[in-house]
């Protein structure tokens, strides 16, 4: 073969396209009965990801699961419910923002917020990103709950109060932003449920699987 067919040999060839390359990527879809969501009780100071290269605490100290991914956040100084999925299909549908996929937080603050001040967060307030949906928001009893550790910084000249705050947005932090929007910073915040999905009868570090019609 002659050097110029060689060069057309090779020229004919198309090339190896990025489309290509991620659908040879791609892992076949799961199917329904092997779909599993793990529903996690994140402790406070833990990452929402499996390694990490500082040494922190990772959910890889608790949860043994193999090919199971976050969806969603929850922040390190954070803590509840985390769910994770091996169904991209799933993990994307938690996640939507178009869903509306309604969250539940227990918020401990300090202060004693009025009903205008709470008003404020039922209308929306206008955060350095935008304004906020209405959210829905209440004074709770304090929950009975595990011991925080370490233990919330409180002043015993101020007392605290307990809010359960419902939104159905995923901002960065939004719910401490919009508790600091209204005068009152949250000590304390531990997310209850996403969706129909809740804490109840998880321990904290504990988590509990899901799979099949179960999900």
Known sequence: MSHNNRNRSSSSKK??????????RQKPPVKPEDVKI????????????????QHRKTLADFIDIKSVYAAG????????LLLLTNCGKLQHKLTEPKKNTNKTYWVQVEGVPT????NELRSGVNLKDGMTKPAKVEVMAE????????PIRERKSIPTTW????????????VRRMTAHIGYPTLRLIRHSIGKYTLSGLNNGQYRVLQGNKV
């Open 115 to 118: 009903e205008e001040q709470l």
């Open 73 to 80: 956040r929850l922040d390190r100084d954070s803590e509840g």
């Open 15 to 24: 090339p190896f396209n990025k489309r290509q390359r991620n659908q040879t």
């Open 143 to 150: 929950p009975d709950v595990w011991p925080r550790n370490p």
């Open 38 to 53: 793990v529903l996690f009780n994140k402790p406070f100071d833990v990452l929402c990801q499996f390694t990490d290269d």
């Open 163 to 174: 809010l359960s705050i419902t939104i159905s947005e995923g901002r960065n932090r939004q």
